[in-house]
């Protein structure tokens, strides 16, 4: 009896695996040299793949399902045992157990700036971060290319592989976008979506995918934001002078740090200063100059108003120019009239000076035209 129960612990009949650690992505099943039973039950539960490796070759893969391992259910094992049909005896082999359910939440970043040409600011280096999921697609070739025959292959073992390369694909994909740093924060799906479908093919080698991929957060060097902080609080401020007494305003309200000290002491002897230029010396002594009497000079006179000067236009000829009293001088004499044609700028064209209010009034002052002589009297004939 005891022989039986010996022979019966060197076989094993039921083979599966329960995963708690939430991180192990490949566990190999503990066979301990004992050979696997001919018609032994294999469980292989939703989320997981089963691959059998024979003499360091890739046999066999199961999906989820109950399965009762015999010729018909092995295929390829069979073919590598050289089973003969109905040849029912144990055999040896590796069970990997692959998860195939999605690792979240993975972090992904760039160790060092990537250098960027943005249209607005020239030459920038920027930084960013995010997350990704990430899960077995073939089980088979993430077996073969990544785990070899590590008996317990968790995730933080391939992220840093998968990092790197979301970090190449990343730099490329921003340095051939143009899409301008303050843009970015509005376009981060669409950069995510494409440097998704550019890592796609590398980790397919893996047999890898990645079915989610965000982009949290693209940011300029700490020295690059504060100058665009600063020239934002301009913006809002309206002008520099504005912004000034702003800056001043707010470093003398947190007299506690050193530059709010300073410009403390900077605006009171600028204060002081001020002060002292607007006393003034009167009969009383030096008073401020709101104090003073109501006495001061009146303000000068506006600047006189330009004169116009006046152009003729007379037998097809032009002459001027001609300042108003010339004009005024000639209507007395008889060479302008109410029909003479006169031009200044601002006028549409030629006009008679008639027309002109202050042309016209040359005319109005003019004596009339003498009477003619008396006719002679008949006494004088």
Not at 80 to 103: C, I, M
Not at 160 to 182: G, H
Not at 260 to 277: D, K, L
Not at 352 to 372: D, N, R, S
């Amino acid at each position: 009896m005891a022989l039986f129960n010996f022979l019966g612990g060197e076989f094993i009949d039921v083979i599966a695996w329960t995963d708690d650690t939430r991180d192990t992505m490949v566990w190999r099943f503990e066979r301990r040299g004992n050979a696997i039973k001919y018609g032994a039950k294999l469980t292989v539960r939703e989320g997981q793949s089963a691959v059998f490796v024979n003499e360091g070759q890739l046999a066999d893969v199961f999906t989820p399902g109950l399965y009762m391992l015999e010729t018909n259910n092995m295929p390829i094992l069979t073919t590598l045992q050289h089973w003969d049909h109905g040849f029912q005896s144990p055999f040896k082999a590796e069970v990997y157990f692959v998860n195939t359910t999605r690792f979240n939440d993975l972090k992904w970043g760039t160790k060092n700036p990537i250098i960027c040409r943005d249209p607005e600011f020239g030459p920038v280096r920027i930084r960013a971060y995010g997350t990704y999921a990430m899960r077995v697609a073939d089980p088979g070739k993430f077996l073969k290319e990544v785990v070899g025959t590590d008996g317990e292959f968790t995730a933080d073992e391939i992220s840093d592989q998968i990092r790197n390369v979301i970090v190449q694909e990343f730099s490329q994909t921003m340095a051939k976008s143009n899409i301008p740093v303050l843009d970015m924060a509005a376009n981060t799906g669409d950069l995510g979506k494409i440097v998704a479908a550019a890592i796609a093919p590398t980790v397919a080698n893996y047999g890898l995918v990645l079915p989610e991929f965000y982009i949290e957060n693209v940011s300029l060097p700490e020295e690059v934001e504060k100058v665009l902080d600063k020239r934002t609080s301009v913006g809002l401020a309206g002008d520099l002078s504005k912004y000034t007494q702003f800056s001043a305003a707010e470093a003398m309200n947190n007299p506690q740090s050193g530059a709010g000290a300073a410009m403390a002491t900077g605006m009171g002897a600028g204060m002081g200063v001020g002060m002292a230029q607007q006393m003034v010396a009167g009969p009383w002594g030096a008073v401020p100059q709101a104090a003073q009497p109501a006495y001061a000079a009146p303000p000068p006179p506006p600047p006189p108003p330009v004169e116009k000067v006046w152009h003729i236009a007379e037998n097809g000829e032009t002459t001027g120019p001609f300042s108003r009293a010339t004009l005024g001088r000639m209507a007395m004499e008889g060479g302008l009239t109410r029909a003479t044609l006169v031009w200044t700028p601002g006028l549409d064209g030629w006009t008679q000076a008639g027309e002109i209010t202050e042309l016209a009034q040359l005319f109005t002052v003019m004596p009339p035209p003498p009477p003619p002589p008396a006719p002679p009297t008949a006494s004088g004939s």
